[in-house]
């Protein structure tokens, strides 16, 4: 069993940046792949990007490509992912989850993973 706890959400205008943590405790953490995925309100939950066990992949969805940036700190059972150049459309209530499958070919899809935190809300003003 993994539990995951994320933290670093909030309010913050468009164009500012955010950094969302999620620390995991339960397992050896570097045996998980690791993802953020989010829900916008009426949306479904979407992939937003994931890391591969030793951090040396990344992947990321088209919308968030060169804005926001993955990164895990193993000996900290924590990953990251710093968010810039924050738009209206990424407000959602984001996610991290945990894959223990130790493969990477349904990293962005939502049905490989086996552990969800709770959520941490960003909202984006205008």
């Known amino acids: 069993q993994v539990q995951l706890v994320e933290s670093g959400g909030g309010l913050v205008q468009a164009g500012g940046s955010l950094r969302l943590s999620c620390v995991a405790s339960?397992?050896?953490?570097?045996?998980?792949?690791m993802g953020w995925f989010r829900r916008a309100p009426g949306k479904e939950r979407e992939f937003v990007a994931g890391i591969s066990l030793t951090g040396g992949s990344t992947y990321y969805a088209d919308s968030v490509k060169g804005r926001f940036t993955i990164s895990r700190d193993n000996a900290k059972n924590t990953v990251y992912l710093q968010m810039n150049s924050l738009k209206l459309e990424d407000t959602a209530v984001y996610y991290c989850?945990?894959?223990?499958?130790?493969?990477?070919?349904?990293?962005?899809?939502?049905?490989?993973?086996?552990?969800w935190g709770q959520g941490t809300q960003v909202t984006v003003s205008s």
């Open positions: 339960g397992r050896t953490f570097s045996n998980y792949v």
């Open positions: 989850a945990a894959d223990r499958s130790r493969s990477y070919s349904g990293i962005s899809r939502p049905g490989v993973y086996d552990y």
